[in-house]
């Protein structure tokens, strides 16, 4: 079957070849993964699991960066702060509570019209192929 989108075809081969392309990917993916857990396992015997390291090896040179991420404990450093009386260093974040809307709308208590123009929604496309015949 052929369809014609914008001047451009779309073959039965177009879509047999990006079905074996994406399982090649997800293949290639899983070896990739594993590879990097050998290359931390060693890292991390060698160096330490929280060091940077490289090493080279037949013109090939491994690198392993530590990326350091940094955030305060929500429930702890608001309590410590309140302790402290400086809640001035407190953000207070007002957002709606989608589950309570959702509850509020079924009971009743809400009605669609007390919310338009409220809600947001997106859009993205996605693409699948997918065999029909067991391979």
């Given at each position: 079957m052929l369809l014609k989108n914008n001047d451009s075809l779309i073959t039965g081969e177009m879509l047999r070849r990006y079905?074996?392309?994406?399982?090649?990917?997800?293949?290639?993916?899983?070896?990739?993964n594993e590879l990097k857990d050998v290359f931390h396992q060693y890292f991390d015997k060698l160096i330490g699991s929280n060091d940077k390291g490289e090493m080279t090896i037949n013109g090939y040179k491994l690198q392993r960066q530590m990326r350091k991420t940094e955030k305060y404990n929500e429930e702890v450093t608001i309590k410590r702060l309140?302790?402290?009386?400086?809640n001035d260093l407190i953000q207070v974040v007002k957002k709606p509570d989608d589950r309570k809307i959702k509850s509020a709308l079924n009971l009743g208590l809400l009605?669609?019209?007390?919310?338009?123009?409220?809600?947001?929604?997106?859009?993205?496309?996605?693409?699948?192929v997918k065999t029909l015949t067991p391979r």
């Open positions: 079905y074996e392309l994406n399982k090649k990917k997800k293949e290639i993916e899983v070896e990739m309140e302790e402290l009386q400086m009605n669609e019209k007390h919310l338009e123009g409220c809600l947001i929604t997106t859009y993205s496309p996605a693409i699948s």
